[in-house]
């Protein structure tokens, strides 16, 4: 017996009314990156590995998916090597599937410096690979929608990332909460707790605090080699409660001996006021000194989105790195972004039910298919509504009515389109409107009337 197909686990198959919410979730999201002025780019799903590794921390480094060299690719190694796996998978891997659209993107910029203009403002909707354990929400390859501005160090950037995450969620119907930090501010709370060689330890782990809790934050924290009295220190701070007022505050004089923490508090202060003065969002923004971003590349704002009425890992995310291109070979441009998570949107929008009608319905008209004279007849009117921009298509084959009928109800047709002996002999056609049942004779100028209203 044959053994029946299957894909990866974490990978996923989308049928045709899957794919036009999809498409939907990308045009809703490519026409506000273009409305606020994004151009698009693309690059190539597998990178050099030496580009990728390093990038993403230790703990991102193992989620790379490595692309076995073609040939005899074990030929070359040492059997002594066996025991390091890193070491056997740098010679016997070159490249890999891309982790995330940043890293690519840097590259993209210093690759292409000459032939850009900054500030360089790009978006780009392609699918990443990350071999993680899947669960709900978590997969192993998805898509990503990102925008990022490089060249340019003005926090109008950040203020514009979050206009833009506000009207894209707006425009889905989802309502969420856009949380906010800098990482300045946490490179500064580690600076004064007295353990500032630690930065790194300290946001991964209460970068976890949703998903662990604040016990287990600790116990990673001691793990990592905090004092008692240093993760003591750590407690009011990740715990910090009020408004964003009240938060910035607080934490100003927390941090009122560390440079770098003030700095981070000064940006904040102007994304936020600026948001809050100037523009009005229609989504909650709230300052969370827990958020940290895992991802050692960044350096001062980190966003994240989570959407309030589905219980969902974050939908958005991203922030300010200062110095990404520095790592090949182009110091000192620093850049802002934000990545929208396609495929959690799209669990939200179907748990939701947000999907407009439209959005599914591939076909607006079927042509009845009654032979080759009805065909012949039908087809110079297929062409013309194609060109008034109706979708629309005649059944392959002469089959039975209700065969034909059974089809336009199975792809949500609205409209159907008859001709027989009498509409023939009249020079119209028959148009139903499968939804109320309603039909009537009518011209072509009629039919397309009515099919487009």
């Not at 889905?172 to 490179?187: E, M």
């Not at 202060?269 to 590349?297: M, P, V």
Request: aromatic share 8%; with cysteine; net charge negative.
């Amino acid at each position: 017996m044959a053994q029946k197909p299957s894909i990866p686990k974490g990978t996923r198959d989308f049928g045709p009314v899957e794919m036009a919410r999809r498409n939907y979730i990308f045009s809703t999201i490519s026409g506000v990156f273009h409305l606020f002025g994004y151009s698009q780019i693309e690059t190539p799903a597998m990178e050099n590995l030496s580009t990728l590794l390093g990038k993403y921390g230790d703990e991102g480094d193992k989620l790379l998916f490595k692309i076995l060299n073609s040939g005899d690719a074990f030929a070359a190694v040492d059997p002594a090597m066996l025991e390091n796996s890193n070491a056997v998978a740098m010679k016997v891997c070159e490249k890999g599937l891309r982790y995330d659209l940043t890293v690519p993107f840097a590259r993209f910029v210093v690759q292409h410096q000459n032939e850009i203009h900054f500030p360089f403002k790009r978006y780009q909707i392609q699918p990443v690979w990350r071999a993680d354990r899947p669960q709900k929400g978590r997969y192993r390859e998805f898509y990503q929608c990102d925008a990022d501005v490089v060249g340019s160090d003005s926090l109008l950037n950040e203020v514009e990332l979050m206009q833009i995450i506000d009207t894209v969620f707006t425009r889905f119907g989802i309502r969420v909460q856009i949380k906010i930090n800098n990482r300045k501010i946490l490179s500064g709370i580690a600076e004064v707790i007295g353990a500032a060689d630690k930065i790194v330890d300290i946001t991964v782990a209460i970068d976890k605090l949703d998903k662990i809790g604040i016990d287990n934050v600790n116990a990673e924290l001691r793990e990592d080699g905090l004092t008692e009295e240093q993760i003591a220190k750590l407690q009011p701070i990740i715990m910090l409660s009020g408004t964003n007022d009240e938060k910035l505050q607080t934490i100003a004089e927390v941090l009122k001996d560390s440079e770098t923490g003030l700095k981070g508090v000064e940006e904040l202060r102007f994304i936020l006021n600026t948001l809050s003065t100037q523009i009005t969002l229609k989504n909650e923004l709230q300052l969370d000194l827990t958020l940290a971003r895992g991802l050692n590349y960044y350096t001062g704002a980190i966003f994240e989105v989570k959407a309030l009425d589905v219980q969902i890992g974050s939908i958005t995310g991203g922030g300010r790195y200062d110095n990404l291109t520095g790592i090949f070979g182009m110091p000192g441009l620093s850049g802002v972004g934000i990545s929208f998570g396609a495929d959690r949107i799209y669990d939200v929008l179907n748990q939701l039910d947000l999907y407009p009608k439209e959005s599914v319905n591939t076909t607006q008209l079927l042509f009845i298919n009654f032979g080759e004279k009805e065909t012949a007849y039908c087809l110079p009117y297929i062409y013309k509504v194609r060109e008034k921009g109706i979708r629309a298509e005649i059944y392959p084959d002469a089959a039975k009515m209700k065969k034909q009928m059974s089809y336009a109800n199975a792809k949500q047709i609205p409209f159907v389109a008859l001709a027989g002996e009498n509409e023939i002999n009249e020079g119209k056609l028959t148009l139903k409107n499968m939804e109320t049942g309603e039909q009537q004779m009518v011209t072509i100028e009629e039919l397309i009337g009515k099919v487009k209203k």
